[in-house]
Nanobody, 125 residues
Framework: QVQLVESGGGLVQAGGSLRLSCAAS????????MGWFRQAPGKEREFVAA????????LYADSVKGRFTISRDNVKKTVYLQMNELRPEDAAVYYC??????????????????WGQGTQVTVSS
């Protein structure tokens, strides 16, 4: 079992920045690839970014490429999502997730094994 707890969400003006954190506990964090997803009201959960166990490879949704950066610290058992140049359309509940396939960067929510409870990001225009 892996328990994931997100933090760092909040209200920010368009063009601003936020850094989300996802702290893991339980089994060895470095055994898992990690992903960030988001879900806006009335919409399906969508992929944002993913990173392999070592941090050596990452993948981004086209909508956030160049603005968001995923990173991880295996000692602190934490994955981060630095979000810059935020837009109103980035507003959503953001979730982190863990994938047992440590070398994968999946965009598919169903391929992740553990999820956090989410953190709200609101972007005012």
């Amino acid at each position: 079992q892996v328990q994931l707890v997100e933090s760092g969400g909040g209200l920010v003006q368009a063009g601003g920045s936020l850094r989300l954190s996802c702290a893991a506990s339980g089994r060895t964090f470095s055994n898992y690839a990690m992903g960030w997803f988001r879900q806006a009201p009335g919409k399906e959960r969508e992929f944002v970014a993913a990173i392999t166990w070592s941090g050596g490879r990452s993948l981004y949704a086209d909508s956030v490429k160049g603005r968001f950066t995923i990173s991880r610290d295996n000692v602190k058992k934490t994955v981060y999502l630095q979000m810059n140049e935020l837009r109103p359309e980035d507003a959503a509940v953001y979730y982190c997730a863990a994938d047992r396939r440590s070398t994968q960067t999946s965009e598919v929510p169903g391929e992740y094994n553990y999820w956090g409870q989410g953190t709200q990001v609101t972007v005012s225009s």
